[in-house]
């Protein structure tokens, strides 16, 4: 993997992203200017942002919280972080939420200092975590009821545990 700090340059700092279902996703992807369609081969992109999830309004905190989509959707070179008054235990951050979501890539991230990294749970189908950072996340990893995920070339460091 290359230096952590390569991995992810230039990005444009955004508050925390909530989707609730497909027709929120195209809404937001419209208004936020993020390319694609959702289809296999044009992903919906978002990209090139750092989130503090101590910002979040979601249920869950999250700095990206999904749920209840189908479209092809592509998260990439995105800083995913907790900081705040609080520690991320006492907060429950998250860097990615999940649930029942389907056909998701997150790539090139850098997931650090939440309580969770990435979590999914309910019935989440066809997902892939490559060459991401997952660092100083008290759960690095938690996937329930994941089906055909792949997971591969990610950093994982500091944490407490894995879920799989």
């Given at each position: ?72 959707v592509r998260i990439e070179r995105c800083y995913l972080y907790y ?14 939420y999940l649930c029942r979501c389907h056909n998701i890539v997150i ?58």
């Open positions: 993997m290359p230096p952590l700090s390569a991995s992810i340059t230039n990005l444009t700092s955004h508050p925390p992203i909530y989707v609730q279902n497909d027709s929120d996703l195209l809404r937001q992807a419209r208004a936020e200017g993020w390319p694609g369609s959702g289809t296999p081969d044009d992903p919906i992109i978002v990209s090139g942002y750092a989130i503090n999830s101590y910002n979040s309004s979601s249920p869950k905190h999250a700095a990206i919280h999904l749920t209840q989509t189908s479209l092809h900081e705040g008054p609080q520690p991320a235990e006492d907060v429950g951050s998250r860097g990615i790539a090139d991230c850098i997931i650090a200092n939440n309580y969770a990294g990435i979590e999914t749970v309910v019935r989440n189908r066809n997902g892939i975590v490559e060459n991401c950072y997952v660092i100083n996340n008290s759960i690095a990893l938690s996937l329930h009821s994941c089906y055909n995920w792949t997971i591969k070339h990610c950093y994982i460091v500091n944490l407490s545990l894995i879920h799989i």
